[in-house]
């Protein structure tokens, strides 16, 4: 492995498979479990035992980026970290807008894992003036007719829809027009976007046929 350890300045636009940006993100949560458990460096091998692949698979992912290794000592942890956060994006702190103030909503206003990552909710919104009002985990909450002015005022970029899914369509297309550009929608539904807006979505049913597909077609225990 070289001594350069810097990202490549740029990248052709879609040069990087989104199978590989999944990766890194795996590889920034072990590497931050390994500076936790008090390790330093770390390896392609120790790396991509930890996560089922190949020190190959490790190697070829990150080539992508650049170059992060020392000769005889493999990867320095804290300097991984802070290359991965640079090229997710995560090096900088996030302000999010949450819309859906259900009971999948306010379950996410109150997982802490967004701020260890670089997000914050920033702002909830919500059609029903009844959940909105006083500050729920100590995020303010609007209607969502004050959505635009609020997304400029706090300069939000990123949004999570988790209204019902007839909803869902609507409320995106609100939050593209106030300047949202990229949606997490966990709603059950396929939403449209522009192809300047970065949409993911996140159906918790599928998931579950995912596993489920897995485990009546893995070989027999007996």
Not at 111 to 129: K, T
Request: overall charge neutral; proline content about 5%; charged content about 20%.
């Amino acid at each position: 492995m070289g001594e350069t350890h810097k990202p490549k300045a740029t990248l052709a636009e879609g040069a990087v498979p989104k199978a590989v940006v999944s990766r890194l993100s795996l590889y920034l949560r072990e590497l931050q479990h390994l500076v936790r458990d008090g390790n330093e460096t770390t390896s392609s091998t120790q790396l991509g035992s930890l996560l089922g692949f190949t020190d190959a698979q490790v190697r070829k992912d990150l080539a992508y980026f650049g170059q992060f290794g020392y000769p005889g000592i493999g990867y320095r942890c804290t300097e991984l970290i802070d290359a991965v956060k640079r090229i997710l994006g995560t090096d900088r702190s996030w302000p999010v807008a949450l819309v859906g103030l259900g009971n999948l909503g306010r379950a996410l206003l109150g997982y802490r894992g967004f701020q260890n990552q670089g997000f914050s909710i920033a702002a909830a919104f919500d059609v029903d003036p009844q959940k909105v009002g006083p500050a729920i985990e100590n995020v303010p909450t609007f209607h969502l007719d004050e959505l635009a002015a609020v997304v400029a005022g706090k300069k939000i970029k990123l949004a999570i829809v988790a209204v019902p899914a007839a909803a869902a369509q609507e409320v995106a297309d609100r939050l593209i027009a106030a300047g949202i550009d990229g949606i997490l929608n966990f709603a059950p539904v396929t939403v449209t976007a522009p192809s300047n807006v970065s949409m993911v979505g996140v159906d918790l049913a599928i998931e579950l046929e995912q596993l489920t597909f897995n485990v009546v077609n893995q070989p027999s225990k007996s």
